[in-house]
């Protein structure tokens, strides 16, 4: 409680019992001091507790490491479950990821989860399904160094908190931020690559975005041969 409050509350308590006694009310100086919350034994606390996704994702939406932050309407942390059999990863959210605060809900998003289920996959039972940023863009423009920088370590806790079996990195723009590569993603996807996160090492495989195959129906053929690919690596490390 403030300084200020407690002045107003004694002078409140005051007040009242000069009513309901004599009526006389003598004048009277209060010294009270605001009182000290122990903040630091909070955030100790806080910081020994271990990394959760709704802390990354309260984190996320409270980001303002970048200038994404003044246009966004909603950031989108991601969704799933945990130790999910694959992590999907996307470039980021367009209009209606950003109108829901929701990842792939668009088209594009639709498709994917086709995608996922003709191989026995859901976001609502085995898998989690993220972005390398976590605002859009405006127009839908690529996302620029800095911005994948300011969210490069959300989607590193992700990873270490899900441990996902396998990752599926859709496009072009997430497999170049996350490999660190400018290979074209006709050259980097039919293989799984090892991909390194912290003390861990997940399968890694790159496709084509859903949106991609949208524009462009040819495209569908390789990416379902990749689909299968990750079916059978799923299926391999059951065993």
């Known amino acids: 409680m403030t300084a200020d409050e407690k002045t107003s509350l004694a002078e409140f308590l005051d007040a009242a019992a000069a009513v309901t006694g004599s009526g006389y009310r003598s004048a009277r100086e209060y010294h009270f001091s605001d009182d000290v919350v122990n903040s630091s034994s909070e955030t100790a606390a806080d910081a020994d507790a271990p990394d959760s996704l709704e802390k990354v994702a309260a984190a996320v939406r ?10 966004r309407k909603n950031a989108v942390p991601g969704e799933g479950v945990l130790n999910p059999l694959v992590m999907v990863i996307g470039e980021g959210p367009g209009a209606d990821e950003d109108a829901t605060g929701r990842p792939f809900v668009g088209r594009a998003g639709q498709l994917l989860d086709k995608m996922l289920a003709a191989i026995g996959l859901s976001r609502e039972s085995n898998c989690f399904i993220a972005n390398v940023i976590k605002c859009r863009p405006p127009a839908n423009r690529d996302p620029q160094p800095d911005e994948t920088a300011a969210c490069a370590s959300f989607l590193e806790r ?3 908190i899900i441990k996902p079996r396998c990752i ?11 490999l660190n590569t400018t290979e074209p993603i006709g050259r980097l996807r039919g293989k799984f690559i090892d991909f390194q996160a912290g003390d861990i090492t997940i399968p890694f ?6 949106s991609a195959l949208l524009r462009n129906e040819d495209l569908k053929r390789p990416a379902w041969e990749d689909l299968k690919l990750l079916r059978g690596a799923i299926e391999e490390t059951a065993h």
């Open 158 to 160: 992700q990873i270490q």
């Open 168 to 178: 599926l990195c859709a496009g072009r723009i997430a497999a170049h931020t996350l």
């Open 62 to 71: 409270s980001c303002t490491a970048c200038k994404l932050a003044a246009t």
């Open 205 to 210: 495989l790159a496709t084509y975005h859903p």
